[in-house]
């Protein structure tokens, strides 16, 4: 899978920048999550700070352009987005784990 940028707009009242990107693809349309850790990888961010907001691939085009906001820092994704796009994009699960990986190291100690 190959991701190119179109276009980015910073956005600096609410911390992040709005990213349109292209990905093209040789199989079925990827899924929501393997979208986002390429975005976050092709921008150097973490995918805790990357929110993928829609993918739309035309019928039959191993093409689908896609829009995404990526943020400072994941706090900052979890006060601005709507629960569901987080439970989409699975951020608020992998607070949840890290608070449970903590909570067991500190046990354990």
Do not use: C, W
């Not at 691939?57 to 987005?81: F, Q």
């Amino acid at each position: 899978m190959d991701v190119e940028i179109i276009d980015e707009d910073e956005n600096p009242m609410l911390h992040r920048t709005d990213v349109r990107f292209q990905l093209t693809h040789e199989e079925a349309t990827p899924s929501r999550l393997s979208v986002r850790d390429s975005l976050a990888a092709k921008l150097n961010k973490d995918a805790g700070e990357v929110v993928v907001h829609s993918l739309d691939t035309k019928y039959g085009m191993r093409k689908t352009v896609g829009y995404a906001k990526v943020y400072e820092d994941s706090e900052a994704a979890e006060d601005v987005e709507q629960e569901h796009m987080l439970e989409r994009n699975k951020i608020t699960a992998e607070a949840e784990e890290d608070e449970g990986d903590a909570d067991a190291d500190a046990e354990e100690a």
